[in-house]
């Protein structure tokens, strides 16, 4: 099975802080991604790696940056953290697009981001 | 872009009974569409994706339906139990396929 591990559950930080979040998979996917998923917004694609790295922006990248120097390994960066983003962050991969279309998402289990 | 709804966004029912979940794009032009479970407080769990060359997907008590051309899928869950009780999430391809579009998902809940 497909293991893909956030650091932390819970991550309490303050105003103007540089926070990072990070993420690793042990299936050697190509794709990592990173959302945030709020209520009533869902979950928006913040950045995505298709290789190592290669960073693309998805929907909301102001604010965040990311890096992937490893395969496995994909960091989510709050340059200086605001009460706005305060959110759950999930971070998933996949293998690259074949024929077929995109393959399926793997997703950890979340860090619940609270920003004070 | 690629737009995607569920409904209905919450229903509970009584255990036993059968779960119908609906999910709309608008967009049809999509290779497959995936289903995921998240529970509270959790990261999300793949439970099915169908390819727009099948019309179903089956896995245990899970059917999964998609009708590309009217932009539609359905999810079946038989024979509902308390621990189906989670969040519901469809989601299709978009951007030549690199990314995926979210529903928000229907909140279900299995009264025992």
């Known amino acids: 099975d497909v293991k893909v591990t956030q650091s932390s559950r819970y991550l309490v930080k303050r105003t103007g802080e540089k926070v990072f979040l990070e993420c690793v998979q042990d299936?050697?996917?190509?794709?990592m991604f990173w959302y945030r998923q709020d209520p009533g917004l869902g979950l928006r694609l913040i950045y995505f790696?298709?290789?190592?790295?290669?960073?693309e922006k998805g929907d909301i990248p102001e604010g965040y940056s990311v890096s992937r120097e490893k395969k496995e390994r994909f960091s989510l960066i709050l340059e200086s953290a605001s009460t706005n983003q305060t959110s759950m962050y999930l971070c998933?991969?996949?293998?690259?697009?074949?024929?077929?279309?995109?393959?399926?998402?793997?997703f950890g289990d979340g860090t619940r981001l609270s920003i004070l | 872009k690629q737009e995607v709804t569920q409904i209905p966004a919450a229903l509970s029912v009584p255990e036993g009974e059968n779960l119908v979940l609906n999910c709309s794009f608008t967009?049809?032009?999509?290779?497959?569409l995936q289903w995921f479970r998240q529970d509270p407080g959790k990261g999300l769990t793949s439970l099915l994706l169908?390819?727009?060359?099948?019309r179903e997907q089956t896995s245990g008590r899970l059917n999964a339906s998609l009708d590309k051309s009217s932009g539609r899928s359905t999810l079946y869950i038989a024979a509902s139990q308390p621990g189906d009780s989670a969040t519901y999430l469809c989601a299709v391809p978009h951007y030549g396929n690199n990314r995926l579009a979210f529903g928000k998902g229907n909140q279900v809940v299995v009264i025992p």
């Open positions: 998933a991969s996949s293998l690259p697009k074949t024929g077929e279309g995109n393959q399926p998402q793997h």
């Open positions: 967009d049809s032009a999509i290779y497959n």
């Open positions: 299936m050697d996917h190509e794709n």
């Open positions: 169908i390819q727009s060359s099948q």
């Open positions: 790696s298709y290789d190592v790295k290669m960073k």
